[in-house]
């Protein structure tokens, strides 16, 4: 008895210090979610499907909107997110091909280019995209010239994919269509762990197309 009044005492306690609510507490060593962490942790819409707000091009080419979705022009360009840097986070968006050998590229964690997109490709890292058998060799799902995916996912020219890329430290786990396809550990010290994201507009005959860009930064 003397246990359980002891405990429901304690309980009183942390009640009186969170204002009443014993649930802001944190239990078996957890740490408690403060109300930044929640506000941060709540996904933010990259393209709001009408224009191109909060976006920039750097390099030739670019991107349309068209139907609620970008649309790949010209190339080789970077269609970038400059309003703001991420450094962990799970970033999801819908693409998909017209065609057999389309190709284009989805770029995590690279510094401000400027109008030069060879910065994304030095130093960031690109999901690849590109199903063209006859192509680049490095294929969809690939971190581009740093490990292949060990298993295929896409679906077939004029359907949808969905990637899922969860960027936490050094690591990328690249998820496509529900499936994990690559899990990346970065050792290069040239490649930082927070920038910008962006999409590759790849060259003329490439009409790549993207919808449902959402961020969700997370916090270690």
Known sequence: ??????VTALVALVMALSGGSAAAAPVDGATAVTTR??????????????SLRGWSQAGPGGFDVEGGKLVSRGGMGLLWY???TFADYELRLKW???????????FLRFPDPGQDPWVAVDRGYEIQINDNPGGDPQKTGTV?????????ASKPVGKWNEYRLVVVGQRYRIYLNDVLVNDFTSTDPARGTE??????????????EFRDIWIRPLHR
């Open 82 to 84: 400059s309003e703001r």
């Open 144 to 152: 581009y010239n740093f490990q292949d995916p060990f298993r295929t």
């Open 1 to 6: 008895m003397r246990a359980k009044s002891t």
């Open 195 to 208: 920038g910008h994201v962006g999409l590759q507009n790849h060259d003329p005959d490439s009409r790549t």
């Open 96 to 106: 998909r091909v017209t065609a057999e050998t389309d190709n284009s590229g989805v």
């Open 37 to 50: 962490d929640r506000d941060c942790a709540k996904p933010i819409r990259l393209f709001d499907g009408h």
